[in-house]
């Protein structure tokens, strides 16, 4: 059983277009996240959520807008994309927070052409 | 900024060589994390080192943590050609954070 999956893998859209990444995580986790990963791989935190609360929103567009539905899951909505967004986005979950170990999914690559 | 910065970049050894990393951070952690990642993958942990500790190892890993020079380092003893991939580390800030912060990472190249 995959610990935390993403869907879809990759994604390549047009500009201008909405579109969703999934997130679930079968760990009991309470804490999950979205990291952004640009073309130089460094890894930056978007957003966390404890129990369905969010308690990180970095300096993220709000064209982006996380959605908890239940501590598993942890879904990314994009608004009106733009060639800037296209990066590699992690869901990751923990328990304990940033003091614990993460689990990371195996990430979405999302192209904006 | 807490942000970590590995040192090297890049590092190409031959099989059977030790690899070491560094990173170095700015502010008073909680922790300390190292992570791999395989080319087109997700991260994978691999080893916890909390303020108060000095040394941790795991199997081939080593992990020391000099919290008065805010840096630490990650040696691979014995390297093998799996172990190639890119090598970060992530700090936990002391006082209630919720939020790991990435470094740059190492790219290890362990040619057969």
Redesign the interface.
């Given at each position: 059983d995959t610990a935390v999956s993403q869907t879809p893998k990759y994604l390549v859209t047009q500009m201008g277009n909405d579109k969703s990444i999934k997130c679930e995580q079968n760990l009991g986790h309470d804490t999950m996240y979205w990291y952004k990963q640009d073309s130089k791989k460094f890894l930056k935190i978007m957003f966390s959520y404890n129990n369905k609360e969010l308690i990180i929103n970095e300096t993220v567009p709000n064209r982006f807008s996380p959605k908890s539905p239940d501590k598993a899951h942890l879904n990314l909505h994009i608004n009106s994309l733009e060639l800037g967004d296209s990066a590699v986005y992690f869901c990751a979950s923990s328990q304990g927070g940033a003091y614990t170990e993460a689990f990371f999914g195996q990430g979405t690559r999302l192209t904006v052409v | 900024s807490q942000q970590g910065e590995e040192d090297p970049q890049a590092l190409s050894i031959q099989e059977g060589e030790n690899a070491t990393m560094n990173c170095s951070y700015k502010t008073s952690i909680?922790?300390l994390?190292w992570?791999r990642?395989n080319s087109?993958?997700?991260?994978?942990?691999l080893i916890?080192i909390r303020s108060n500790e000095r040394e941790k190892h795991s199997g081939r890993l080593r992990v020391t943590l000099d919290t008065s020079k805010k840096s630490s380092s990650l040696l691979i003893t014995a390297s093998r050609a799996a172990d190639t991939a890119?090598y970060?580390c992530a700090t936990?800030?002391q006082g209630g954070?919720?939020?790991?912060?990435?470094g740059?990472?190492t790219?290890l190249t362990v040619n057969p």
């Open positions: - | 909680n922790n994390q992570y990642q087109g993958r997700g991260l994978v942990h916890l890119s970060f936990a800030a954070s919720e939020k790991l912060v990435f740059k990472g790219k």
